[in-house]
């Protein structure tokens, strides 16, 4: 739903903070999903909820190659 992919957005922009969108790498997207899969004391997040959370940022960053605002997607490779 549109509000689940606003929470999710919003907290992998809290992730990143002021790191543009062409300094992110797949190291940085790696940290992103290691740090959310670890979750907190309370709660850890399933499997699929990570790799929902991966797909949306490897929407975002696919959009960003279409618009020619970044080369290649960062979270597209061997190292995620």
Same mark, same amino acid.
């Given at each position: 739903t549109l509000a689940n992919d606003r929470n999710v957005i919003r907290r992998i922009v809290g992730f990143f903070g002021?790191? @543009?969108?062409?300094?992110l790498t797949s190291d940085d997207i790696l940290e992103y999903l290691t740090f959310?899969?670890?979750? #907190?004391?309370?709660?850890?997040?399933? #499997?699929? #909820? #990570?790799?929902?959370?991966? !797909? @949306?940022?490897?929407?975002? !960053?696919?959009?960003a190659v279409k618009d020619e605002i970044i080369p290649v997607n960062p979270a597209i490779g061997d190292e995620i």
């Open positions: 002021s790191k @543009k969108i062409v300094d959310h899969a670890q979750g #907190t004391a309370i709660k850890k997040p399933c #499997t699929n #909820t #990570t790799h929902k959370h991966w !797909l @949306k940022i490897k929407q975002v !960053l696919n959009a």
